[in-house]
C-alpha cells in the first residue's frame, strides 16, 4: 500500500491554463514538502508547510496542507513550458521523508 | 557551496558483480539518507545515516545491501551480487537536521 497517494498521476494542460495536483494519506505528518525533479536530475524542494491549514505561495504555486495534516494541494496559475516535471509531495513520518506516486505536469506551449 | 555529489552517475555491473555508489552531503550535513527510484515513480526510502550510525534501514533489504557514513569519507550504499531487478536510480540526500533534503543527481544503475 502507498502511504502518499498523488492524482492525478498524468497532466497535459495547454501554456496558459490553471492546474491542481493533489497529495492524499490517511496519515497524519508534521510537515509535508513539494519537490520538482527534472529528468536526470535529482528532486529539488519547492515548499514546506508544517501548520494545518498553511497556505503559502510561490509565484504562481500556490500550496496548501489540509487542516488535519493529512494532505495537501498544489495550485499553478498560468502554466508555462517551464513548469514541466515530475511533482513529488513528500511527507515527514518518523524522522524520514515518505514519497508520494508523483504527478507526471506537461505543459504544450 | 558545493551540493550533494553522487559519483558515479552511471554504472554499469553484470549479474553476480558488486555496485559501489558514493556521496558526498552537503557541507555541514550530518544526516544522509537514500533513495531509490524506478522509472515514472516515487522516490522509495532505503536508510537514513548520521555520522557512524545506521539511525533507520527498514527500506533496504535485508540481503545483499548495506550502506555507511563514515567519520570520514563520503557514505556508500554497497550492493553484493546485483541481479537485473537492481537496476534503478538511486539517490542521496543530506540535510542539518530532519526536514528539507537536498538531493544530489543520482547514480543510475544498470545491471545487464
Known amino acids: 500500500t502507498q502511504l502518499l497517494e498523488q492524482s492525478p498521476q498524468f497532466l497535459s494542460i495547454q501554456e496558459g491554463e490553471n492546474l491542481t495536483v493533489y497529495c492524499n494519506s490517511s496519515?497524519?505528518?508534521?510537515?509535508l514538502q513539494w519537490y520538482r525533479q527534472e529528468p536526470g536530475e535529482g528532486p529539488v524542494l519547492l515548499v514546506t508547510?508544517?501548520?494545518?491549514?498553511e497556505v503559502k505561495k510561490l509565484k504562481r504555486l500556490t500550496f496548501q496542507f489540509g487542516d488535519a495534516r493529512k494532505d495537501s494541494s498544489l495550485h499553478i496559475t498560468a502554466a508555462q513550458p517551464g513548469d514541466t516535471g515530475l511533482y513529488l509531495c513528500?511527507?515527514?513520518?518518523?524522522?524520514?521523508?515518505?514519497f508520494g506516486t508523483g504527478t507526471r505536469l506537461t505543459i504544450i506551449p | 557551496n558545493a551540493g550533494v555529489m553522487q559519483n558515479p552517475r552511471h554504472l554499469v555491473r553484470r549479474r553476480g558483480q558488486e555496485a559501489r555508489l558514493r556521496c558526498s552531503p552537503m557541507?555541514?550535513?550530518?544526516?544522509v539518507y537514500w533513495y531509490r527510484q524506478l522509472p515514472e515513480e516515487g522516490l522509495k526510502f532505503m536508510v537514513y545515516?548520521?555520522?557512524?550510525?545506521?539511525?533507520?534501514e527498514s527500506g533496504m533489504p535485508k540481503e545483499r545491501f548495506s550502506a555507511e557514513f563514515p567519520k570520514e569519507g563520503p557514505s556508500i550504499l554497497r550492493i553484493q551480487q546485483v541481479v537485473r531487478g537492481d537496476s534503478a536510480a538511486y539517490f542521496c540526500?543530506?540535510?542539518?537536521?530532519?526536514?528539507?533534503?537536498?538531493f544530489g543527481n543520482g547514480t543510475r544503475l544498470t545491471v545487464t
Open positions: 540526500a543530506s540535510s542539518p537536521r530532519q526536514g528539507a533534503l537536498h
Open positions: 496519515s497524519v505528518f508534521s510537515s
Open positions: 508547510v508544517v501548520t494545518g491549514g
Open positions: 513528500a511527507g515527514d513520518l518518523n524522522e524520514k521523508l515518505t
Open positions: 557541507k555541514g550535513h550530518s544526516h
Open positions: 545515516l548520521q555520522k557512524e550510525n545506521i539511525i533507520d
